[in-house]
């Protein structure tokens, strides 16, 4: 696929204004590389749907879930070797629905490039039953992933998620004018009908081995969530996965593509980062974010911050909004 003909594409950016293009719903992130994240990516949040498409110039782990009255269908116009959800590969020209229903996780790569609207619960509803009300149990699960191919639907379909593409990335002025609820509309149903006729073939695969990696990496990650504020050893990655250490670094690897030692270290500078982010600098110090993550040597826990985020943890406090009185702080 080509790339946009606009300049300066990528611009850098805190993971506090990353977390929020989803409006909607906080998306959480872990970076998986020593590069300062930077991205591109527009937003246009009609009445009721709202249209996002972002490129990403770094890789990472990301997390999110969705409000019970809110569903996402989306795109992915690029995907580098590496991409996943789920433990699934994700390709180019994949076709996906999320549901209200836990959290969703997944992996971009390099340069993965999406575009994908959100939009009332109701509304899928209302077009499954005008669609296939008999068969709408089975039509959901068939939304879930799958690959466009070629003919008139899959063209029209995909040239829909160009539109998108295009009108918030090139920030042409149109918009509004060309993304409303009437566009949202017309993707859903063509979405639907694509969903329908897909093949087996089409449809989003995940092997045995995938999976038993993709299981691996959730529950050694649950552990390290959990225990984030002390020492973890990989001994005890090992014994809360139930792996070998081999098996260990061999499931992150192909998952993440870091050991999990530096995946442990990503997660804790990520979390501090996060932690600041949404801090307020009269009740809480860098210091005790930093402890709380796990990150005792506070000089290389500013070192490291400053390469990756590109300033100090206590400049990031002190640009965090103040919180209103009775909220609570993580």
Known sequence: MSALPYED?????????????????DLEMVLLGANSPSAAWGTR??????FLSAEADFAFRGRFALPPEWCLIGFIHHAPEGSWCHGAPLNTDTVFTVLPEGVSEFMFSVGTQVSLVLMPLTWLRRAL????????????????????????????????YELIRKTLMLSSGRAEEALNENTAQALLTDHLLAAHSASPDDRTQCSRGRR???????????????????????????NAAGVSERALRYAFEDMLGVSPNRYLSLLRLCTACRSLSLADASRRSVKSVALSCGLWDLSRFADNYRRVFGELPRDTLMRAPPREPGISQA
């Open 9 to 25: 594409k990528f611009k850098a950016c805190d993971l506090l204004s990353l977390s929020g293009v989803l409006k909607v719903s």
């Open 45 to 50: 949040a009609g009445n009721e749907a709202i």
């Open 129 to 160: 039953v005008m669609h296939a009300a008999a068969a709408a149990e089975s039509l959901v699960q068939e939304m879930s992933s799958f690959t466009l191919t070629r003919g008139l639907l899959a063209d029209r379909l995909r040239g829909r």
């Open 212 to 238: 038993t990696h993709y299981q691996i990496l959730q529950r050694t990650e649950h552990f390290m969530r959990a225990n984030l504020r002390r020492d973890i050893y990989i001994n005890e990655m090992c």
